[in-house]
T-cell receptor
Framework: DTEVTQTPKHLVMGMTNKKSLKCEQH?????MYWFKQKAKKPPELMFV???????INESVPSRFSPECPNSSLLNLHLHALQPEDSALYLC??????????????FGEGSRLTVL | GENVEQHPSTLSVQEGDSAVIKCTYS??????FPWYKQELGKGPQLIID?????GEKKDQRIAVTLNKTAKHFSLHITETQPEDSAVYFC???????????????FGTGTRLQVTL
């Protein structure tokens, strides 16, 4: 069982909806990540938080808004999405970032469908 | 930014045979190379990793080799079993788009099928 918990497992939303994906870890990790994975493709990095501060934004459209309320929680707020944003959204955590990254632990993902 | 290529895209082997998956990377500053296994409906799970100061690492039936000069690294699975069937991703940790932080870039994935 993964130690990174993501909710919801499945989400269907319209293009005008506002929804959020949530991620939680209790391993004491100080870096948390959002990845997007399309079918039969590798995960693509979206955001990295290190010590609760956004350290990497891979030029993600503003309709995706990350939030890190504390070191254990990571949210991804979704607004005005497009059908092409439908994908598996993976959360991950690691001990640190940069040279101290270590292993990334992934959650099982939230499968998003945008109608 | 980093670019990671992975081959083959699909690989079918008989149980007990060996499987080899190869990756190349572009950023000479990359220094960490993990391999992930992703089963259907699950997130990727680390199976082995290697750092740039090491040429080879082995963990039971799994081994990884790294050639820094040629910028390629490989995953070797011996005595394959049906439960090894999954998608395998290599990755390289290099510089982000802004060059200010390190980021993990994944290869395109290899679907391994182990047949009885």
């Amino acid at each position: 069982d993964t130690e990174v918990t993501q909710t919801p497992k499945h989400l269907v939303m319209g293009m005008t909806n506002k929804k959020s994906l949530k991620c939680e870890q209790h391993m004491g990790h100080r870096a948390m990540y959002w990845f997007k994975q399309k079918a039969k493709k590798p995960p693509e990095l979206m955001f990295v938080y290190s010590y609760e501060k956004l350290s990497i934004n891979e030029s993600v459209p503003s309709r995706f808004s990350p939030e890190c309320p504390n070191s254990s929680l990571l949210n991804l707020h979704l607004h005005a999405l497009q059908p092409e944003d439908s994908a598996l959204y993976l959360c991950a955590s690691s001990q640190g970032q940069g040279a101290n990254t270590g292993e990334l632990f992934f959650g099982e993902g939230s499968r998003l469908t945008v109608l | 930014g980093e670019n990671v290529e992975q081959h083959p895209s699909t690989l079918s082997v008989q149980e007990g045979d060996s499987a080899v998956i190869k990756c190349t990377y572009s950023d000479s500053a990359s220094n960490y190379f993990p391999w992930y296994k992703q089963e259907l409906g699950k997130g990727p799970q680390l199976i082995i990793d290697i750092r740039s100061n090491v040429g080879e690492k082995k963990d039971q039936r799994i081994a990884v080799t790294l050639n820094k000069t040629a910028k390629h690294f490989s995953l070797h699975i011996t005595e394959t079993q049906p439960e090894d069937s999954a998608v395998y991703f290599c990755a390289a940790r290099g510089r982000s788009l802004t060059g200010t932080a390190s980021k993990l870039t994944f290869g395109t994935g290899t679907r391994l099928q182990v047949t009885l």
